[in-house]
DNA sequence: TCCCGATTTGAGAACCGTTCTCGAAAGGGT
DNA sequence: ACCCTTTCGAGAACGGTTCTCAAATCGGGA
């Protein structure tokens, strides 16, 4: 995979993120840092990413996919649904149990996907609860 | 809301499924069966479904809706990736583990999502393995 | 039973995130 | 510089879902 200007600008987007953020979202970003980015290019680089295990991916409630630079070892997330506000968490137990549960029902292959959602500490102390970013993130 | 016709022929459809089925699999079910319902119906029907908690929803890897008729208390999902037969699977300890994360990090109204995929025992024995259908289920 | 307002239906259009198309542009080895 | 492969990108296509709105249906009261 050629590192091209066009896959390093996606990719050094991502880094400005510390939640989820869509295609479109980094897409946008990079309109707006007047870097030349084709949408479908945003996409295809993001998918190659994610194939490559480089940054996680997850669904919103409206089947979007969402984007994330995270550590390389296996883990969840706690997810903040009003801003996005994203922790990386891990459980052993959770990870023993699920395979447990597989080989007691007798299913090869396992995998799981497992996050939680809630309302995280910013967003319970503020009064107008924002729906569209983060609280003090990084984006731009 | 009115036990019309049309809410019954889906409601019943469903029952006739035992792993996770999508609107459009519903709606060949009922047209194949000449019950006359219109697919926007169909999804009317479902989401009213989801919304009083009498199915299940999750969505599958291409982001499409899947429905079940399941039992009524907090559970998870032990789903074949091949032919869709699903199991319900209760962790407590799980339940717990996710609480306290979430209290852990200070995050409130704490809700979590969390499927478990693998290949089932018949796919596993078959040689052909199916991808658009349940091995010995009810679907018509 | 008949009437009437409220609810429900359904064919097709609209929506929207994503993928595909394919000719143009860029890259790298020689 | 040349060639061949990879990559790009504007726009079309795709597919699941939702919306539109006129017609059908329902339920309750007269
Ligand atoms: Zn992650
Ligand atoms: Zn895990
Ligand atoms: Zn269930
Ligand atoms: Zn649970």
């Given at each position: 995979?050629?590192p ?14 510390d ?7 980094i ?13 479908a ?17 997850l ?7 969402l984007?994330?630079?995270c550590?390389?070892?296996h ?15 891990e ?33 319970l102390?503020?009064h ?13």
């Amino acid at each position: 995979m050629r590192p091209t200007r066009q896959r390093r600008a996606v990719s050094e987007a991502l880094s400005a993120f510390d939640d989820f953020r869509s295609a479109q979202q980094i897409h946008d970003l990079l309109c707006s840092r007047d870097d030349k980015v084709g949408l479908a290019t945003v996409y295809r680089t993001l998918s190659a990413l994610a194939d490559a295990g480089e940054v996680d991916v997850l669904r919103n409630e409206d089947g979007e996919s969402l984007y994330r630079r995270c550590s390389a070892t296996h883990h969840h997330h706690l997810v903040c649904r009003a801003c996005g506000a994203t922790v990386e968490v891990e459980g052993p137990a959770v990870e023993r149990w699920t395979r447990a549960i597989a080989r007691e029902h007798g299913y090869a292959q396992v995998s799981h996907e497992l996050e939680i959602f809630g309302t995280c500490p910013a967003c319970l102390g503020s009064h107008d609860v924002p729906h569209d970013g983060p609280h003090d993130r990084a984006d731009g």
